[in-house]
């Protein structure tokens, strides 16, 4: 029997899209009911967080949180997608980069900066997607987008020729990695490229926690799916919570607003995008702050 709902944080392997994983899931686990909690290239791996069941109702606030990434980024060439899996269209001189020339470059792009997503995106433009036009070789003008980058960390570099190195990037989400290390490039004056890309978190949801697609499929195939599971209210561990008395619930469970001086540590919860409302079963609801009201905006569970 599919279970009634949970997350699974998965790796995904290079090569394979985010519909090709939730595709395997939905076979390995026996429900439609399995969406992404936001896509990740083809050619990256890394962190991938599913929802099942119930749990597909809180995607959105996986989707909306912060992740980590780590790149090899080379120098000396550009490609038309950003990564190794692009036409070349740019290629210069072999470029030697230092680790102070790099530091100084990457101050450019940390804060809020405006970002124009790669043709090679699942972005809207009129209607169609960019990597649809240019599937049918046409470039097509996107609007850029505000994204933020909270910080860049050089692991290593490879001064070359040709030159590289690792970062390790922390940033909002609709951050398109690839066209970060384009624009990097375009900033040293040589160019650059993803070479390779694996995402490290999501949320509350980090590497070193995930499972492999066959490691699901020997938990399913032994009856063990539900220890892969992790609960709705742990993996929206991110969110600020609070836990609910029964009289509180109640009125939760009836779509009802509970004054803020009445709940506990109320103060931290003024500028939170999102609150857990929960008990001793788990989640009951997700909630926020409007006029001094904490209100249920997305209620869980049935009265």
Request: aromatic share 4%.
């Amino acid at each position: 029997m599919p279970p009634a709902g949970g997350v699974l944080s998965i790796c995904k392997p290079v090569g394979m899209t985010s519909h090709d994983v939730v595709d395997a899931v939905r076979r390995i686990v026996g429900t439609r009911r399995v969406g992404h909690t936001g896509t990740l290239d083809p050619g990256a791996a890394g962190v991938l967080v599913l929802v099942l069941g119930r749990a597909t109702r809180v995607a959105e606030f996986i989707a909306d949180a912060d992740k980590e990434y780590r790149v090899e980024i080379v120098f000396g060439r550009s490609t038309d997608t950003g990564d190794a899996y692009g036409e070349i269209v740019r290629e210069g001189a072999p470029a030697r980069v230092g680790r102070d020339e790099l530091t100084a470059v990457l101050h450019r792009f940390t804060g809020r900066i405006e970002q124009v997503p790669p043709m090679a995106s699942a972005v809207h433009v009129g209607g169609r997607r960019l990597y649809e036009y240019a599937r049918q070789g046409s470039t097509v003008e996107a609007p850029p987008r505000e994204v933020h980058i909270f910080r860049i960390d050089i692991l290593e570099v490879r001064e070359g020729p040709p030159a590289g190195a690792w970062l390790h990037v922390v940033c909002s989400k609709g951050t398109y990695i690839r066209r970060l290390c384009t624009d990097i490039g375009e900033a040293i004056g040589s160019g650059a490229y993803a070479q390779f890309m694996v995402r490290t978190r999501v949320a509350a949801h980090h590497l070193d926690e995930t499972l492999t697609l066959e490691e699901i499929d020997r938990l399913a195939s032994s009856g063990d799916l539900t220890r892969a599971l992790q609960p709705t209210d742990a993996a929206l561990g991110d969110l600020p919570a609070v836990d609910l008395t029964p009289s509180q619930r109640q009125a939760v469970l009836h779509g009802q607003g509970l004054p803020l001086f009445k709940v506990a540590d109320w103060q931290a919860l003024m500028q939170a995008r999102a609150i857990r409302l929960r008990d001793t079963q788990g989640l009951v609801a997700i909630g926020k702050v409007e006029q001094g009201v904490l209100r249920p905006f997305k209620v869980l569970r049935e009265s």
